[in-house]
């Protein structure tokens, strides 16, 4: 598929977010969660990157992350809520939340959360969260929650082809990776404001939507 990305579509619909005016673009990167984190040690707080292709994408446990050029969704949105360091173990509950809106929202493709980091269709995955959070005593710093999506993959290597698939694998329909991206990040933001105001009804929630 062509990694052709319109960023400026992307940018308009994210004004009014906490990520508007953020959102750097990359042909290529080694790991989107590495640049979030290395801003994040220059004094950054708030940001996302996306990549047509990660070299050296990873999911939770050190595991590669499959990433095919301009076929899947790679981003990492730099946050800093203000919460204690406790409730950051929400945050890939939230993010998972979050994916699981978006890709209803775009698609119409009801994905599965098996917290805390897989976006599954039955037995398939077809996306996962990595979080990687740096405290400040015993409140949260900031968080880099990494998202990877298959979005347009039509088959993946024979040690991934019976455990994995995508929202073209489940539709047989190819989807643009802007609006996505756009709902993705503005679901995220609301689910990162309800965090800060308590976020007693996460759990519910999870419980009502998985």
């Known amino acids: ?35 979030a984190l290395e801003a994040a040690a220059g004094g950054a707080r708030v940001g996302a990157w996306v990549a047509d292709e990660q070299t050296a994408g990873r999911g939770r446990g050190g595991h590669h992350w499959h990433s095919a050029v301009g076929d899947g969704l790679y981003v990492t949105a730099l946050v800093a809520p203000q919460i204690a360091l406790a409730d950051a ?20 493709l009801r994905v599965d959360i098996r917290w805390p980091n897989d976006l599954m269709f039955g037995d398939r995955k077809c996306g996962g969260i990595l979080v990687e959070s740096v405290s400040d005593g015993d409140r949260l710093r900031y968080a880099a929650v990494g998202i990877g999506i298959n979005v347009n993959h039509r088959a993946f290597p ?42 007693r009804e996460l759990l519910a929630r999870f419980s009502d939507m998985s």
Not at 3 to 32: I, K, M, N, P, W
């Open 158 to 199: 024979p040690d991934l082809a019976l455990v994995a698939s995508s929202l073209y694998l489940e539709s047989e329909r190819r989807y643009q990776r802007e609006p996505l991206l756009v709902a993705l990040l503005q679901h995220l933001d609301r689910e990162l404001q309800a965090l800060e105001s308590g976020g």
């Open 89 to 108: 173990a929400k945050i890939p509950l939230a993010t998972g939340l979050a994916a699981q809106a978006a890709i209803l929202e775009t698609t119409g």
């Open 1 to 35: 598929m062509s990694a052709e990305f319109d960023l400026a579509e992307v940018e308009h619909g994210l004004v009014g977010t906490r990520f508007a005016g953020r959102l750097h673009h990359l042909a290529s990167v080694g790991s989107t969660n590495a640049m």
